[in-house]
């Protein structure tokens, strides 16, 4: 097979972080305010910015109380779970945990694990499924990933989740926000990141609470001790300062300065609606090589819970399901490892828990002509990685 002439402009496929917004420089973040205080007056402003362009570009509503946290969103889900969910016995409801990916399952793992709680049921599906989620019990808190960036696999909407629960839903949409309209009305804990979909650098986490979650932090005493990072009140009410640009503890003012430029970035293309558009065409693209091409299928089995951002395909070949199960991620990083040297695609492979296969990135910083200039690389990276494992095998 001939090996294609034009690479992608920019390689970055990575499902986090991600690739930075079109046009990005060093010289973007210019404005930060360093060296200085984030208490200041001039800092905290620059930080409650980024929280109300987040609250304005997603549609957030006004009494819904945006933040930033730390740890990314993984300590925005884990503040949540760790100051919210309880037994019955004690205050609490107990826990419905929806599990089918690394993260979703980690939720779980935590809930049981560390947080040790008894009244919790689990509904989990392999990579590629996604469990029955008609079992949520509009009674009990609900835990769940709206989008699994580990399996490509997403809800499709939010019509399972009751208008009329007593629980909470806490949903990890990390890879998700900014990439689909999200159902805030069905949402009481949300949390995300910048480094997925924003393309913004890590360590900060975006936390939003509903009315009912704040309701919930305020009448309900955790069963255990909390660290100081996922403590939200004080003195029995909702530590307010953190929703009004006073974070918990010091954030990196050039990372402020880096969401607010995708902010702005986004303001300049047309807002959520453009950052959903480039992101389903992305996907698009994906999805008609995959339709035209006989050795590569989606992990997720069903259209309409397929990720629209971060994309995982298996190969489907009977060859290669013939390999064993050790010898399938070496083919995989044997194939992708040159894409890596030419600089076409970076990161591509898979998460190290899932089945081995590729894993691409679409989110809005993408641009479609990078995927499209992506793909018949990977059709040459398959076939020359394949051939060559046959006759080493010969």
């Avoid at 990314?72 to 929806?98: C, K, Y």
């Avoid at 998700?176 to 995300?192: G, H, I, N, R, S």
């Avoid at 990161?347 to 992506?374: F, H, K, N, Q």
């Amino acid at each position: 097979m001939k090996q294609p002439t034009q690479k992608p402009n920019n390689p970055n496929f990575s499902s986090g972080p991600c690739a930075k917004r079109p046009g990005w420089n060093l010289e973007a973040l210019s404005g930060a305010w360093l060296g200085r205080s984030h208490r200041a007056s001039g800092p905290k402003a620059r930080i409650q910015e980024v929280i109300e362009k987040q609250r304005d570009a997603l549609g957030i509503p006004a009494d819904y109380r945006v933040g930033i946290v730390p740890a990314s969103d993984t300590g925005a889900v884990e503040m949540a779970l760790w100051s919210m969910l309880g037994d019955p016995a004690d205050g609490g409801r107990g826990v419905d945990v929806f599990a089918w990916e690394s993260f979703s399952g980690q939720w779980l793992k935590d809930i049981t694990g560390q947080l040790k709680m008894q009244d919790v049921r689990a509904f989990e599906a392999d990579y590629g499924e996604l469990p029955d989620l008609s079992q949520a019990d509009p009674a009990r808190d609900i835990v769940f990933a709206w989008n699994g960036t580990t399996s490509g696999v997403r809800v499709p909407n939010g019509d399972w989740i009751s208008d009329a629960r007593e629980g909470l839903t806490i949903c990890d949409a990390t890879s998700a926000v900014f990439a689909y309209d999200m159902p805030w009305d069905k949402l009481d804990v949300t949390t995300w990141s910048w480094q997925k979909v924003l393309g913004g650098e890590a360590a900060h986490g975006m936390i939003v609470l509903s009315p009912r979650a704040v309701e919930r932090l305020e009448s309900f005493k955790a069963p255990r001790p909390l660290p100081k990072i996922f403590t939200l009140t004080k003195k029995g009410k909702l530590n307010e300062s953190i929703f009004q640009g006073a974070t918990i503890n010091t954030p990196s003012m050039l990372v402020i300065e880096d969401c607010l430029d995708a902010l702005n970035w986004v303001e300049s293309i047309g807002g959520l609606s453009e950052t959903m558009a480039r992101s389903q065409r992305n996907f698009d693209a994906i999805a008609t090589w995959v339709s035209q091409t006989p050795w590569v299928d989606f992990l997720a089995s069903d259209p309409q819970t397929r990720s629209i951002t971060s994309v995982c395909l298996k190969i489907s070949d009977d060859w290669f399901q013939s390999l064993s199960a050790d010898a399938q991620m070496p083919f995989v990083k044997s194939m992708i490892k040159p894409l890596d040297s030419d600089g076409v695609a970076y990161d591509i492979a898979s998460y190290r828990d899932a089945p081995a296969g590729l894993r691409i990135w679409c989110g809005a910083t993408v641009e479609a002509s990078d995927v499209a200039a992506l793909l018949p690389w990977l059709n040459y990276a398959y076939e020359t990685a394949k051939v060559a494992q046959q006759q080493k095998a010969a």
